[in-house]
């Protein structure tokens, strides 16, 4: 274990206080409060917080943190699951909130190039009006950052055809530990000059460095959208309808599904559109030209009318309520228990339907409702754990399926995480999943970055 900082003393706050001045950095206890946990509520207070502004604030920073054996955390909009940003050494939490420009939307390039702090939709809605697209689209995507999203490797709804962040990143621009700052990559779509080293920091969870600029590509925006729900009988008939789909040539750019406790959670919200009988739904959106969306809406009923029980489509603005009930999911679920943990399982697409199946006898035999739904196109399934923590037992049982699920997972050939990342919450399973040569090698790349370890320190990876 490095050895760490044990306290931030008079010399270092003077320090912080003269290189960000005012409310570039905080040390009362009120203020750091707001920075002491992410969306997992996991919780650690920092001893400080600072907001850089500038690429020479974050370097000088880090030549300071690495000769001061200081524990640095990144942060933007911390919307992370799994106590990523939580800073679990105190040490001084960075924010990158103030670094929001975006630089450049170039159509000649098909390229953009941003700060760490833009955040994600606005900076879709900048490209639109150009007429381009940055597809990337994780759930968080009107409050997160494309610095967040780009240090987790965000999926999202549209990975099934546009893959996922790493895809979309050209170049990048870091500060590293000592305060050197190194490009990464350009705005050329390709180059295989040496080895890639702008993917290593695509989903590093802020392991290697900060991140102070990012390139990314970009594409013409599709002209027409279209999205159908279709319900089925039971699940296997909704996996049958997903092999209908693929096997008709079609590729959606969303593919997703719900299982029958997803739905029964939904219904106690409210009427949803699918038919009394539907224990399983599908749902699809296609992009392109409107006469191609047009025509792939065809083909998809086509392929599906023997199979389905309900289909309702929507077009444009009526896709808002097509879609409705895939928003939905997260506040339905808290009427079946008050509590969850929210995992993000990802297997092969094929065995999709035995995760499911694990996940379903995992918590009947703990008397608790899993809910199963998520991105079937990638085979990222999350798995919500509903529990009462008051009851007691509850809490336990939970973390029980939870670990059930993870090693059924991973035995079937995928992971523990499709997108959220390890962070605090499932940094004790890394080990499980990846195995003592693989963490060998990877803690090896890490210190060449960073040899003592500042960066994140305390996280699973």
Aim: net charge negative; with cysteine.
């Amino acid at each position: 274990m490095p050895q760490y900082a044990d306290s931030l003393t008079d010399a270092n706050r003077a320090f912080l206080t003269d290189l960000f001045p005012g409310d570039g950095c905080v040390f009362e206890t009120e203020q750091l409060n707001a920075f002491s946990t992410d969306a997992s509520r996991e919780r650690s207070m920092p001893w400080a917080v600072v907001r850089p502004e500038c690429r020479e604030q974050v370097a000088e920073l880090l030549q300071w943190a690495d000769a001061e054996r200081m524990p640095v955390y990144p942060r933007a909009r911390a919307t992370g699951q799994v106590g990523n940003t939580v800073p679990s050494l105190h040490g001084v939490t960075v924010s990158l909130l103030r670094m929001n420009r975006i630089i450049d939307i170039d159509g000649r390039d098909f390229a953009a190039e941003v700060e760490p702090g833009v955040i994600t939709s606005d900076f879709q809605a900048a490209c639109a009006e150009k007429g381009l697209f940055y597809p990337p689209d994780p759930a968080s995507v009107k409050i997160s950052t494309m610095g967040g999203n780009i240090s987790t490797c965000a999926g999202g709804l549209r990975a099934v055809k546009y893959g996922v962040t790493r895809d979309w990143v050209l170049g990048i621009e870091a500060a590293l530990p000592g305060g050197k700052v190194l490009t990464m990559g350009g705005r050329s779509q390709k180059d295989v000059v040496g080895l890639d080293l702008k993917r290593l920091f695509v989903g590093a969870n802020g392991k290697l460095g900060l991140i102070t600029r990012a390139t990314v590509k970009l594409i013409p925006l599709p002209e027409a959208s279209s999205s159908i729900l279709v319900g089925f009988a039971d699940l296997a008939a909704s996996m049958d309808g997903v092999t209908a789909v693929f096997g008709a040539g079609l590729l959606p750019c969303a593919c997703e599904f719900m299982d029958a406790t997803t739905i029964k959670a939904l219904r106690l919200l409210g009427d949803i559109p699918l038919a009394p009988e539907a224990q399983a739904a599908l749902l699809f959106k296609f992009d392109g030209t409107a006469e191609g969306v047009a025509a792939e809406v065809r083909r998809l009923k086509e392929a599906l009318v023997p199979l389905a029980v309900s289909m309702e489509a929507g077009e444009g603005e009526a896709e808002e309520a097509v879609w409705a009930a895939r928003r939905e999911i997260s506040p339905g679920s808290y009427r079946l228990r008050p509590n969850k943990l929210s995992e993000d399982l990802a297997v092969p697409r094929g065995r999709v339907p035995e995760m499911v199946d694990i996940a379903h006898k995992a918590g009947a035999d703990a008397g608790l409702p899993v809910l199963c739904y998520g991105h079937l196109g990638d085979g990222n399934i999350h798995a919500n754990i509903m529990h009462d923590a008051q009851r007691p037992g509850e809490l336990e049982a939970a973390h029980r399926v939870k670990e059930q699920l993870f090693r059924a997972a991973v035995k079937l050939g995928g992971t523990i995480s499709g997108e959220h990342g390890t962070g605090l919450t499932k940094a004790s399973f890394v080990p499980e999943q990846l195995g003592a040569d693989q963490l060998h090698y990877m803690d090896a790349v890490r210190r060449i970055f960073d040899p003592n370890e500042i960066m994140n320190p305390g996280k699973g990876w």
